[in-house]
Nanobody, 114 residues
Framework: QVQLVESGGGLVQPGGSLRLSCAAS????????MAWYRQAPGKERELVAT????????TYADSVKGRFTIFRDNAKNTVYLQMSSLKPDDTAVYYC???????WGQGTQVTVSS
């Protein structure tokens, strides 16, 4: 059974940091292209970052470049999203996905507010 379980979301003040984790099981994680998406209320789901199977290539949305870092630990079947200098506009539900395989997590809420 395929599972992607996100964790690490929460409430943080503007300028703060959070690290999201996504634990994968039920498929060969080490060969999977992974990504993080987010969806804010009333908005479409937005691609945030991607990472290739061995982590050699990463991409970021312009809105998060220089503030977010995606990385993975294939030994732990986990992909991470390190978020820094958070802004209220980063408030959203964040989803982990092995999108090329159609696998999505349930999402974790990130709220940036003072």
């Amino acid at each position: 059974q395929v599972q992607l379980v996100e964790s690490g979301g929460g409430l943080v003040q503007p300028g703060g940091s959070l690290r999201l984790s996504c634990a994968a099981s039920g498929f060969t994680f080490s060969s999977a292209f992974m990504a993080w998406y987010r969806q804010a209320p009333g908005k479409e789901r937005e691609l945030v970052a991607t990472i290739t199977s061995v982590g050699g290539s990463r991409t970021y949305a312009d809105s998060v470049k220089g503030r977010f870092t995606i990385f993975r630990d294939n030994a732990k079947n986990t992909v991470y999203l390190q978020m820094s200098s958070l802004k209220p506009d980063d408030t959203a539900v964040y989803y982990c996905t092995a999108r090329r395989r159609g696998y999505w997590g349930q999402g974790t809420q990130v709220t940036v507010s003072s």
